[in-house]
């Protein structure tokens, strides 16, 4: 959302990618539908994808709340870095076993 904004970004930009790429992967979705490049920026920057639980039922709330953080506006509001959201994946899938 920052780089749609003109925003500096950071590791943090990342984070959100990798948001948006685990989103489509679990609802097999597009997060942020839009014609054009400009219609795209504005859905990334504001827009609200539909809640995974509203997509998919059976997908954790773990892993719910993981994609949830990446995808949040905000950058203060997203995992610290990777090595936190590996630690949060991990913790995640050792809950499902």
Do not use: N, W
Not at 32 to 37: I, K, T
């Amino acid at each position: 959302p920052e780089q749609a904004l003109g925003l500096p970004v950071d590791h943090r930009s990342d984070l959100f990618s990798l948001g948006v790429v685990l989103y489509e992967m679990v609802t097999g979705k597009v997060a942020f539908p839009g014609g054009s490049l400009a219609t795209l920026a504005i859905q990334i920057a504001q827009g609200k994808v539909t809640p995974i639980a509203e997509v998919i039922e059976t997908c954790p709330t773990g892993l719910r709340a993981i994609i949830d953080r990446l995808l949040a506006k905000k950058p203060e509001q997203r995992f610290a870095d990777g090595a936190v959201l590996a630690a949060a994946l991990d913790r995640e899938l050792d809950a499902e076993r």
